[in-house]
């Protein structure tokens, strides 16, 4: 299996990569508080576990490809901001993010992957904004492909697959628990008792659920506000076999998309998270709506002064 990690490989050894046959996978995920029970890298080491799982599937089904790991990049915006946490400005993400596939793509290679877990709808924008960039100006196939998964699963659409691994329906009560998960609860505690539960405090299962209206969740920093607890949901519900079933439904839609993105049958705009379309999210938008403001109030103080 020809699983690389960039920063071990010479130039010598990156150049005779078959460029056709090799894709490159980037993970950006950033340093945030997922309370009290877990470590600030949760969605980092999400992220290079998926991309690790990624490059393992895409080497052993497709005869003489490689994949290459590029190394983690800890940045992230839309952030939950406390102690801990380095928000990084959202045009930040993309022109990094921008500035690594430029560079992958003058190299010659064609296939670039980025895989994220930080949900932050600014945050999967600024991916999918670079990745978009890439691909128009280098002719190659740059995509961001967790946040379209990111949302199928919070919104329940995997549930059916999900229950099916768990060879049982979820109860009531955890169909509502899974519907008010979202940062540091039950799957993502579940999730870093399987990767790394040296890193998970044994106090979160007696950690009352989080519980946020959707109104509640449009303030900046809801969780944290008036001193909540940094995490949404229900960490106390964590169980390693919800991960396992979880992660391989995840996994097998991310090769899904990851299949049709490397074969040609599927654009990176089919697959973009929902987010991409809101044009509150996207990195311009301040700028846009203030150049529209300005020539605004140039319109309307000529029409009165006229």
Same mark, same amino acid.
């Given at each position: 299996?020809?699983?690389?990690?960039?920063?071990?490989?010479?130039?010598?050894?990156?150049?005779?990569?078959?460029?056709?046959?090799? !894709?490159?996978?980037?993970?950006?995920?950033?340093?945030?508080?997922?309370?009290?029970?877990?470590?600030?890298? %949760?969605?980092?080491?999400?992220?290079?576990?998926?991309?690790?799982?990624?490059?393992?599937? !895409?080497?052993?089904?497709?005869?003489?490809?490689?994949?290459?790991?590029?190394?983690?990049?800890?940045?992230?915006?839309?952030?939950?901001?406390?102690?801990?946490? !380095?928000?990084? #400005?959202?045009?930040?993400?993309?022109?990094?993010?921008?500035?690594?596939?430029?560079?992958?793509?003058?190299?010659?290679? #064609?296939?670039?992957?980025?895989?994220?877990?930080?949900?932050?709808?600014?945050?999967?924008?600024?991916?999918?904004?670079?990745?978009?960039?890439?691909?128009?100006?280098?002719?190659?196939?740059? $995509?961001?492909?967790?946040?379209?998964? $990111?949302?199928?699963?919070?919104?329940?659409?995997?549930?059916?697959?999900?229950?099916?691994?768990?060879? #049982?329906?979820?109860?009531?009560?955890?169909?509502?628990?899974?519907?008010?998960?979202?940062?540091?609860?039950?799957?993502?505690?579940?999730?870093?008792? %399987?990767?790394?539960?040296?890193?998970?405090?044994?106090?979160?299962?007696?950690?009352?659920?989080?519980?946020?209206?959707?109104?509640?969740?449009?303030?900046?920093?809801?969780?944290?506000?008036?001193?909540?607890?940094?995490?949404?949901?229900?960490?106390?519900?964590?169980?390693?076999?919800?991960?396992?079933?979880?992660?391989?439904?995840?996994?097998?839609?991310?090769?899904?998309?990851?299949?049709?993105?490397?074969?040609?049958?599927?654009?990176?705009?089919?697959?973009?998270?929902?987010?991409?379309?809101?044009?509150?999210?996207?990195?311009?938008?301040?700028?846009?709506?203030?150049?529209?403001?300005?020539?605004?109030?140039?319109?309307?103080?000529?029409?009165?002064?006229?």
């Amino acid at each position: 299996m020809s699983i690389l990690r960039l920063e071990e490989l010479s130039t010598p050894q990156l150049d005779a990569l078959d460029r056709g046959r090799t !894709v490159v996978i980037l993970t950006v995920s950033p340093l945030e508080t997922h309370g009290p029970h877990l470590p600030l890298g %949760v969605d980092a080491f999400t992220a290079r576990h998926f991309a690790e799982a990624v490059a393992e599937r !895409v080497v052993a089904t497709r005869p003489g490809w490689s994949a290459v790991l590029a190394p983690t990049l800890h940045l992230g915006s839309f952030t939950f901001d406390t102690v801990g946490t !380095v928000t990084v #400005r959202q045009r930040v993400v993309r022109d990094a993010v921008v500035d690594y596939g430029r560079a992958l793509a003058r190299a010659g290679f #064609r296939h670039v992957l980025v895989s994220n877990g930080h949900g932050g709808p600014g945050h999967l924008v600024a991916l999918e904004e670079a990745a978009a960039i890439v691909s128009r100006r280098h002719s190659i196939m740059m $995509a961001s492909f967790t946040g379209h998964l $990111a949302w199928e699963f919070l919104r329940g659409r995997l549930l059916p697959r999900i229950e099916a691994g768990l060879g #049982r329906p979820l109860s009531a009560r955890e169909r509502q628990a899974f519907s008010e998960d979202a940062h540091g609860g039950w799957w993502e505690t579940s999730i870093m008792l %399987v990767l790394r539960p040296d890193l998970v405090d044994e106090g979160y299962r007696r950690l009352p659920a989080a519980r946020y209206s959707l109104a509640e969740r449009l303030v900046p920093n809801y969780p944290l506000r008036n001193g909540g607890p940094g995490y949404v949901g229900h960490p106390a519900l964590a169980d390693p076999p919800f991960a396992r079933v979880t992660t391989e439904v995840l996994m097998s839609e991310a090769m899904t998309v990851v299949d049709g993105l490397l074969d040609g049958r599927l654009r990176p705009s089919e697959r973009r998270s929902p987010f991409f379309a809101i044009p509150f999210f996207r990195t311009n938008f301040r700028r846009i709506a203030g150049a529209i403001a300005a020539a605004a109030a140039v319109l309307a103080g000529w029409w009165i002064f006229r």
